[in-house]
């Protein structure tokens, strides 16, 4: 199967369509509608989250964001896309398939965000399943990882609705908010049956 790959310049099309949303790469043109949405939903963030950086929101550090998602897209190296409601044309929240090894292990790690006031409809459940379908189809993965806190339990719910199995427990794994904290591994592997498609 042929890999997915970008033309030399990134197109505003999307990457990944579900019945609801659609995913693709951060434009300049997103930076208004990013920042509210990482604004208001920051409190609700903070736990999950690296620490910020202090110029994290500025229209400079998106510039730079938006630049590096395009670079490491058209060298497969990482997919970072922002989820988008299709009938609203709403920023909803980001996911990332990072950190793609190929070779002997052609396997990504998937994380993902979501803004507060989106929170709890069942839009990245749907988001993460198109993501997986992408990730095997498209891409010709074979395995995508995915780690959460132990307290984390919506989304420890979210990966084992899709499909992710739980392997084990990484000591100290990433920091978060500032410390360095266990998290859960998953993974779901393209030979997996996979529940519905339907969140």
């Known amino acids: ?26 434009q300049a043109s997103d930076h208004a509608a990013w920042a509210l949405l ?30 590096r998602a395009a670079r490491e897209i058209s060298t497969d190296e990482a997919y ?19 950190l793609i090894r190929r070779g002997v292990a052609q396997a990504c790690t998937l994380g993902y965000w979501m803004g507060r006031r989106h929170a709890g409809k069942g839009h990245m459940t749907e988001a993460v399943r198109g993501a997986v379908r992408f990730a095997f189809s ?8 995915a780690a959460c806190l132990p307290s984390n339990e919506p989304s420890r719910r979210l990966l084992e609705r899709v499909g992710f199995q739980h392997e084990g427990l990484a000591r100290a794994y990433l920091k978060i908010n500032g410390n360095w904290a266990d998290h859960l591994l998953y993974a779901v592997l393209s030979t997996d049956t996979l529940p519905g498609s339907r969140p």
């Open 80 to 98: 970072s896309l922002f989820i988008f409601e299709t009938g609203t044309e709403t920023l909803i929240g980001g996911l990332t398939l990072g």
């Open 138 to 145: 498209d891409l010709a993965l074979h395995r995508v990882e």
């Open 38 to 67: 990482r604004m208001e939903s920051r409190e609700f963030l903070t736990p999950w989250e690296p620490t910020w950086n202090e110029d994290d929101l500025t229209r400079a550090s998106f510039r730079l964001r938006a630049k």
């Open 1 to 26: 199967m042929a890999l997915f790959r970008f033309p030399s310049e990134l197109p505003s099309r999307p990457l990944i369509r579900t019945p609801n949303l659609y995913l693709r790469a951060p």
